[in-house]
């Protein structure tokens, strides 16, 4: 059997709302050179009669018993063969022009590590919600990885080879290892974003960000830290004095610390871009707006 161009792992625990529908957006993309791994994680609804109901060659389906999230990604990412991987959340939709648009980016810069896309957002209804802003440069993306996770973990199209070199999803990152993945992979190489939202990203009542929104933020300040300190060249003192500036609403923050952070945080930044620079402008205005003029 010859390798897929494309591996996508979707990890589905009683996901039978929107499964099919998610499914079956992967399944009728223009591009149709990829293997669909779907692992259920001990489903105890209709998930494996909706699974059963599929005659796609393509499609391979893996029961677990019930694990934590993190162990049945990394189980699905080692029985993905092709050299380009994607996660795809049970409950998300791709655009049917979606792989082949990254599969052309991919084409077009043969160096890189990692394509994404700009996506919108829907909530339990399928409703539309406010769009995702997403930054172009790697210079932004590392920038925001900073103090937030900038970009939909389904849109992200890696390498494999590179997510096995930087350790894959950290068992030690429940509930935010797609951030934490995130960081490591931007660090490992260049990254391209195509600007059209190819995703609808589903934010609903029982996602995770959700249901464990006090765990969730806990590991995700610890990680934004950690990539202040590592993308700026910062001690830990640094790298957490740099986030709460950044996570700080722009007309709240202190001139002053926002001064030290441009002077003293962003010259180490170690990817520069143009984009960068008018995010910063931007940011810088909103300060001076609000301390009236940059006095305090």
Not at 139 to 149: F, R, T
Not at 150 to 156: I, V
Not at 173 to 201: M, N, Q
Not at 256 to 271: A, D, I, M, T
Request: hydrophobic share 40%; with cysteine.
């Amino acid at each position: 059997m010859n390798e897929p161009k494309i591996s996508v792992v979707m990890p589905v625990w009683n996901g039978e709302r929107y499964l099919r529908e998610t499914v079956n957006s992967v399944l009728a993309q223009s591009f149709g050179d990829f293997e669909l791994i779907i692992v259920d994680d001990g489903s105890t609804d209709s998930t494996p009669a909706i699974l059963s109901s599929y005659q796609d060659r393509r499609l391979r389906v893996f029961r677990l018993d019930h694990l934590d999230l993190v162990g049945v990604l990394r189980y699905g990412m080692a029985l993905a063969r092709a050299e380009w991987v994607t996660r795809h959340d049970a409950d998300d939709i791709s655009h049917p022009l979606r792989f082949e648009k990254q599969w052309r980016a991919i084409q077009q810069r043969p160096s890189v590590v990692l394509v994404y896309t700009d996506f919108e957002m829907i909530g339990e209804a399928g409703h539309m919600q406010d769009p995702g802003r997403f930054p172009r440069s790697r210079a932004l993306v590392a920038m925001k990885l900073c103090y937030l996770n900038p970009l939909a973990q389904s849109t992200l199209l890696f390498r494999r080879t590179v997510y096995e070199q930087v350790g894959g999803y950290d068992p030690r990152e429940i509930r935010a290892e797609d951030y934490s993945l995130l960081g490591k992979l931007v660090e490992a190489g260049d990254c391209i974003g195509v600007v059209e939202p190819l995703l609808r990203y589903r934010v609903h009542a029982a996602s995770d960000s959700r249901t464990k929104a006090a765990l969730v933020r806990q590991h995700a300040t610890e990680i934004a830290i950690r990539h202040s300190c590592q993308f700026m060249q910062l001690s830990e003192e640094e790298g957490t004095r740099a986030f709460g500036v950044l996570a700080m609403a722009p007309e709240k923050r202190v001139w002053s610390e926002w001064f030290w952070f441009l002077r003293h945080c962003v010259p180490r930044l170690r990817w520069k871009s143009a984009e960068l620079y008018t995010w910063l402008g931007w940011q810088t205005l909103k300060v001076l707006r609000s301390n009236g003029g940059g006095g305090s």
